[in-house]
């Protein structure tokens, strides 16, 4: 059901320290790494889910992302599985995808998302 690992979600404190690590040290233009990017999550506010996030876990991996070629198709199949959907419809990703996702509680502690990325993504 799933393709590649389309992004990896990491929770940062501080963007710009956060884009330094990884397009400095780690030498990734854009945070592209092959097919796939990770994703900087800088919370807008303490009452945001970022926000949150990093009062309860700290800096750290957020969420993995996997693509999917159709996002309806796969929350289907996902729902029937018994697995638990935080979005039951999909919503507008970054890059203009299509996303949604997967409770933790179902998914062995890791929420997960899927992508179906634009015509044309990647």
């Given at each position: 059901m799933f393709g590649r690992i389309d992004h990896i979600?990491?929770?940062?404190e501080d963007l710009e320290a956060g884009i330094s690590l990884?397009?400095?040290?780690?030498a990734m233009e854009l945070l592209d790494?092959?097919?796939g990017h990770v994703e900087l999550l800088a919370p807008l506010g303490p009452?945001?889910?970022v926000g949150k996030y990093l009062e309860r876990k700290g800096p750290g991996l957020h969420h993995v992302a996997y693509a999917v070629d159709d996002v309806d198709?796969?929350?289907k199949r996902l729902s029937a599985a018994g697995?638990?959907?935080i979005d039951s419809e999909p919503r507008v990703g970054i890059r203009d995808s299509r996303v949604a996702f997967l409770h933790p509680r179902s998914t062995g502690g890791?929420?997960?998302e899927i992508v179906e990325p634009a015509?044309?993504?990647h």
């Open positions: 979600g990491v929770a940062v990884y397009e400095k040290s780690f790494i092959g097919d009452d945001t889910p198709a796969a929350l697995i638990e959907l890791v929420l997960t015509e044309g993504g």
